[in-house]
């Protein structure tokens, strides 16, 4: 069987599979994200959503399957790897650690040091200060880069979630269930950033269970239900009704039609 | 504004002052004539620093969310190396100097590797520190119990040697070494906690491990080496504390288990991982190394040692708890 060409593709997720103890949570899911292009990732509570896009970045390792990253295989499954190829993500659970300052938090995992180790501490202020003010639009004289996370509002440690990720220059931005807890505005501003990928000629996953959040600013739907990829849908072919309806037949009855 | 976290560490670290020069007025106005000599502060510096360098080392261990009862056991096998190595070289004609370097060496290889193997039960067996650190501490008591049979060991043969007086050499007649040491391995301590890489992972670990997973930090690798320093710290403050009576008691670590975790909290480290400080536990250390001298000297007997400790324990903590719920 000839080697299937794997380029055309950003990412190219190839029957992957991964159990937790004795449960299987993903059974062999085929999942692909093109150049410039945002994929919407739904389905229920539990369908195995997090633990897809956490394969790819590296967090879990998986128990079988293939991933290719612009045609190349990926061997090593770490965090590090991740972000060397150029993926970023918001997490669900945001990632943060609330009771460190907030250059700490945006810098955590890849300090900008010195040859031996020791913290830049100005610089890594000063780029945490910018992000501040220009990524994220804090205004507030309230909240420094001293700031103390655990004392933020929701939106605010969201707002640093995402600050992070874009302040890192990335080809793949994730963002899983990124308007958790945003007022409108908020969530305006976040699905906002994720049409600037696209336009910018990025690509994004953005995991939602709002629909109407998620359709407008995504090329593509894929449904994952149990573990398995339940329905692909291009926008072009697919109104937001018949989408929304998709789903609710298949929370109900556990089938697409 | 005491939601940054400089006005936080800022108001603790005072608190922590405050209890101190608390305690020291109390000590001067009780007994003006021995705390206004320099004896007595002569002898703190002398005893202080053996507890007080495993405070620094075991405050790493608490801020990165774990726990190491098994210190003042390191601190006992590794000691006993020490010594009986030192004895068998010299008593096969090795010269002193070369003997305390070789001795000093498998001194601190001891101590890492049993902190290496608490990190090993912990990060690939996954057991609880508290639980797996209590077999340890049993562990490595027991064996110097079995190798030493309930014998002491004399270190005599190494007094004239060089390292003998960069261990606990005294400056001008005066200053110990071991306050010396004590000293700069404070300031060590918390320029890895403040200023390095790795004493930001330690943090980040200890505040919420998944985190510090989902954002590529080697957590095990961090927990690996906080255990493995812990155990080098416990092996230098055995030869500190041997060289200082020039003898290895077989006992040598017991009754510093507890005496060193009460310098940590009184010190104001959080018992939950995430946050401490190191210079909260220096000066910790030196409230609780001083406590039992100060004791004496202001005319009470020893039976008051226990429940003075208790009081200052739980006062300091209390005003710490309070400052922090008010934030
Ligand atoms: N680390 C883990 N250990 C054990 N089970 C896990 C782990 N992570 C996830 N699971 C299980 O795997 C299944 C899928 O979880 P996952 O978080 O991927 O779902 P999801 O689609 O993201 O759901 P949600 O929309 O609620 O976020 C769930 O049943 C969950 O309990
Ligand atoms: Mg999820």
């Known amino acids: 069987m000839a080697e299937k060409d ?9 029957e992957i599979q991964k159990s937790f103890g004795k449960v299987e949570v993903l059974k062999s899911v085929n999942f692909e994200v093109g150049h410039n292009e945002i994929v919407g990732l739904v389905g229920d509570n539990g369908a195995g959503k997090s633990t897809l896009i956490k394969i790819l970045t590296g967090v879990h390792q998986p128990n079988g399957g293939e991933i290719y990253f612009k045609g190349e295989k990926i061997t090593i499954h770490s965090v ?7 993926i970023e993500t918001v997490y669900q659970e945001q990632a943060l650690s609330e009771q460190q300052t907030m250059w700490r938090n945006i810098f955590m995992g890849r300090e900008i040091t010195d040859k031996l180790g020791f913290l830049k501490i100005k610089q890594q202020r000063r780029e945490t200060e910018k992000i501040l003010r220009e990524q994220m639009g804090f205004t507030s004289k309230a909240i420094n880069t001293e700031s103390i996370v655990k004392y933020l509002s929701g939106g605010e440690k969201q707002g ?20 958790m807890g945003l007022s409108l505005a908020e969530t305006k501003k976040a699905l906002d950033f994720i049409r600037n990928v696209k336009d910018i000629g990025k690509s994004a996953i953005f ?13 593509r739907f894929v449904i994952l ?5 339940a329905g692909r849908f291009l926008k072009s072919k697919i109104t937001q009704d018949e989408l929304f309806e998709k789903m609710v037949h298949l929370a109900k009855t556990g089938k697409m039609r | 504004m ?15 002052l405050g209890v101190f020069i608390g305690i020291f007025l109390l000590f001067l106005i009780g007994s003006p004539r021995t705390f206004t000599r320099f004896d007595i502060y002569y002898s703190f510096m002398s005893t202080i620093p053996f507890s007080g360098i495993m405070a620094l080392a075991i405050t790493l261990v608490i ?5 190491d009862l098994s210190f003042p056991s390191i601190m006992g096998f590794s000691g006993w190396v020490f010594a009986k190595l030192s004895n068998v070289l010299i008593e096969s004609g090795t010269n002193p100097n070369l003997t305390i370097l070789i001795t000093t060496l498998c001194c601190f290889a001891t101590g890492i590797i049993a902190g290496a193997l608490n990190g090993m039960l912990v990060v690939k067996i996954r057991i609880p520190s508290l639980v797996a650190t209590i077999g340890t501490m049993f562990f490595w008591r027991g064996l110097v119990n079995v190798c030493g049979q309930g014998f002491g060991e004399t270190l005599v043969p190494v007094k004239d040697t060089f390292l003998f007086k960069v261990f606990i050499g005294r400056l001008g ?3 110990p070494a071991q306050a010396l040491w004590f000293l700069v391995l404070t300031a060590a301590f918390w320029l890895i906690l403040k200023r390095h890489k790795f004493g930001s992972h330690v943090l980040i670990v200890g505040d919420n491990v998944e985190s510090a997973r989902m954002m590529g930090i080697r957590v095990n690798r961090v927990k690996m080496t906080v255990f493995m320093q812990m155990g080098f710290c416990a092996s230098l403050a055995g030869i500190l504390a041997s060289l200082e009576v020039t003898y290895l008691w077989p006992s040598l670590g017991e009754g510093y288990l507890l005496r060193t975790l009460a310098a940590v909290f009184v010190g104001g480290t959080s018992v939950f991982g995430g946050v401490g400080t190191m210079f909260g536990t220096f000066i910790g250390a030196i409230i609780i190394g001083s406590l039992e001298g100060g004791i004496v000297a202001i005319g009470l007997t020893g039976f008051w040692t226990q429940l003075i400790y208790g009081l200052i324990i739980v006062v300091s903590l209390s005003i710490y708890s309070y400052f922090r719920r008010r934030e």
Request: aromatic fraction near 10%; charged fraction near 25%.
């Open chain 1, 6 to 14: 794997y380029s055309r593709k950003l990412v190219s997720m190839v």
């Open chain 1, 80 to 86: 590090e790897r991740s972000r060397e190829l150029g």
């Open chain 1, 160 to 179: 640093i979630a995402i600050g992070r990720s874009l302040y890192f220059d990335a080809d793949l931005i994730i963002l899983d269930e990124p308007t």
């Open chain 1, 207 to 219: 995991i939602s269970h709002n629909i109407y959040y998620v359709y407008p600013v995504a090329d």
């Open chain 1, 225 to 229: 239900d149990r573990g398995n990829v």
């Open chain 2, 2 to 16: 005491g939601k940054t976290f400089i006005a936080r560490e800022l108001r603790l670290e005072i608190s922590i």
């Open chain 2, 63 to 67: 801020i990165s969310g774990e726990m």
């Open chain 2, 173 to 175: 007649e005066a200053i």
